[in-house]
Nanobody, 124 residues
Framework: VQLQASGGGLVQAGGSLRLSCAASGTSFSNRYMGWFRQGPGKEREFVALISRFGVTPYYADSVKGRFTISINNAKNTVYLQMNSLNPEDTARYYC??????????????????WGQGTLVTVSS
């Protein structure tokens, strides 16, 4: 399984970015796709989660209402649309796939495959 994240960059506060994560070597049939992020000096934290089978997208409280996760099964690609960005969103963003149980869905350790990450920098 390989995950390739892209779309990061430098943006001013209030701006938007869309991240993409292309998966190869697997389908989404039995997996969840998640986005996590790790800011400078911080631990990796959960951002958003989606599955192929229509599970309602799930978001961290810190991004709810600003970020939208979506999936294109035909392209094996997951997206993270990020709006109203603020400097606290500055981090390297990682996509991951796995089959976490419900109670572990925010735990990075529950995901077995990771992309290399894409850097998002929000200037004030």
């Amino acid at each position: 399984v390989q995950l390739q994240a892209s779309g990061g960059g430098l943006v001013q506060a209030g701006g938007s970015l869309r991240l993409s994560c292309a998966a190869s070597g697997t389908s989404f049939s039995n997996r969840y796709m998640g986005w996590f992020r790790q800011g400078p000096g911080k631990e990796r934290e959960f951002v958003a989660l989606i599955s192929r089978f229509g599970v309602t997208p799930y978001y961290a409280d810190s991004v709810k209402g600003r970020f939208t996760i979506s999936i294109n099964n035909a392209k094996n690609t997951v997206y993270l649309q990020m709006n109203s960005l603020n400097p606290e969103d500055t981090a390297r963003y990682y996509c991951a796939t796995g089959t976490p149980i419900h109670s572990e869905r925010e735990n990075p350790s529950a995901y077995g495959y990771w992309g290399q990450g894409t850097l998002v920098t929000v200037s004030s």
